[in-house]
């Protein structure tokens, strides 16, 4: 029943919000991600951060002109946050799952890692600005996200199923402690990115070399802090993105891209981010009811690299993370791989 409760939500909320920016939605086209992020990726076994799945769409840019905008983009246009040239709207369902380091325990120790999942939509807009800089003739680029997440903690995010019929399937070890997974809580959680990607020189033959700052925030009871890092990229047609999309909470990319005339694009990554974290649900426990929790460490830093494939019209991004010890008590930092695939149409 709380499952179905919450697709209602996300259904009223969707609805809403299609309304409001009609036409703003109305142009054909947009970009469908899907993402799946696993310690299984890295070589890692279950433990931790064990698994994220994301369905995601994103809108083309609406229509700049005030005449032709929706209520909601011209409403969003007067905003100090929003008023850029282009802005897209995105929608999205994902399911993350936590675990402690040894599964097979029915009773898991009391200094690890509690059982966990995170069923949520999400609802967001984005906004992005670019700028032609008079030193290079190359565009610099601000972009700026901000997302409403929904959805359930405990029980009602059907982790448990999920991992259990998984692990079933492809003969991996039962895990045997979820009845100590944390309880049933509604969450919600607005993030904020701030992104500026800025050219720094041309390599020749065609390549490119660029560095994109960023810093954000996330408030709510499943997660609060507020983040800070960058992002270097080499390659060829960098102006297509801002990097691969990730689960948060991660360093940001962009779920849409733009592959323009260019048929074939590739680029190699690195990035780093730090998180000063006032709360993490996975790790403090239920808000409002007795759980299982860890002593959890203020500052995570997540080290990322990977590599990038545009061939349009499609984006097929692998990125390899490492993170940094969560809570006091883990031995050593988490690794887990993340493969996205995005359809521009």
Not at 139 to 165: F, I
């Amino acid at each position: 029943m709380a499952l179905m409760r919450i697709i209602q939500w996300c259904g009223i909320a969707v609805s809403c919000v299609i309304v409001l920016a009609q036409p703003s939605l109305a142009a054909s086209g947009g970009t469908i991600n899907v993402q799946a992020e696993n310690d299984l990726f890295a070589g890692a076994g279950d433990r931790h951060y064990t698994n994220g799945l994301r369905l995601s769409w994103f809108s083309p840019p609406a229509p700049e002109g005030q005449n032709d905008a929706g209520r909601l983009t011209g409403f969003l246009r007067n905003q100090p946050f929003f008023d850029l040239g282009k802005l897209r709207f995105s929608f999205g369902l994902g399911q993350n799952m936590y675990t402690p380091e040894d599964i097979g325990a029915a009773d898991p120790v009391r200094n690890d890692r509690p059982y966990a999942g995170w069923l949520y939509g999400s609802i967001g807009v984005a906004s992005e600005k670019c700028v032609e800089a008079a030193s290079t003739g190359k565009d610099k680029c601000l972009l700026k996200n901000l997302e409403l997440d929904l959805g359930m903690v405990g029980p009602a995010s059907y982790a448990r199923q999920v991992q259990t019929e998984w692990h079933k399937l492809i003969g991996a070890k039962k895990p045997m402690g979820w009845r100590h997974q944390l309880k049933n809580e509604p969450g919600i959680v607005l993030y904020y990115e701030q992104k500026y990607r800025k050219p720094i020189l041309e390599l020749g033959n065609g390549a490119e070399f660029d560095f994109t700052p960023h810093w954000g925030f996330a408030a709510g009871n499943v997660f609060t802090y507020g983040a800070g890092g960058a992002t270097l990229r080499l390659g060829n047609d960098l102006p297509t993105d801002y990097g691969p999309p990730r689960i948060r909470p991660s360093l940001p990319g962009s779920d849409f891209f733009d592959p323009g005339e260019s048929m074939f694009s590739c680029y190699v990554f690195a990035g780093a981010e730090m998180r000063l974290v006032a709360r993490n649900i996975f790790l403090d426990g239920n808000s409002f009811a007795d759980s299982r929790r860890v002593d959890s460490k203020p500052l995570v830093l997540d080290l990322q690299t990977g590599l990038v494939l545009t061939i349009a019209p499609v984006r097929l991004a692998f990125t390899h993370v490492l993170r940094s010890e969560e809570f006091n008590g883990q031995d050593k930092p988490d690794m887990f791989g993340s493969i996205s695939l995005s359809y521009a149409y």
